[in-house]
Nanobody
């Protein structure tokens, strides 16, 4: 099993920035992809950004491309999400997730382990 703990969420004004962190522990071997998802009230959980654990190749949802940057630190078993130029529509609970058997998946159904989530609120 893999345990994931997110941190770095909070309240920020539109146009501001936040950096989210996710620390993994437990059985961290065999990871193919680590990703970030978000879920707003009344909406389904949606893909935000992903990164290949070994090759560090990244991929993003069109809605955040050019504004968000995902990165990883294998030595620390951590993944990060730098969020710039935040908009009110970015408000959601953000979740870190691990996929152990697919590379580059964007569906939440493909991911195997999830963190508890961290709230990001963007005011206008």
């Amino acid at each position: 099993q893999v345990q994931l703990v997110e941190s770095g969420g909070g309240l920020v004004q539109a146009g501001g920035s936040l950096r989210l962190s996710c620390a993994a522990s437990g059985r961290t071997f065999g990871i193919y992809t680590m990703g970030w998802f978000r879920q707003a009230p009344g909406k389904e959980r949606e893909f935000v950004a992903g990164i290949y654990w070994r090759g560090a190749r990244t991929f993003y949802a069109d809605s955040v491309k050019g504004r968000f940057t995902i990165s990883r630190d294998n030595a620390k078993n951590s993944v990060y999400l730098q969020m710039n130029s935040l908009k009110p529509e970015d408000t959601a609970v953000y979740y870190c997730a691990v996929d152990r058997d697919l590379l580059g998946a964007t569906s939440s159904l493909e991911y195997d382990y999830w963190g508890q989530g961290t709230q990001v609120t963007v005011s206008s």
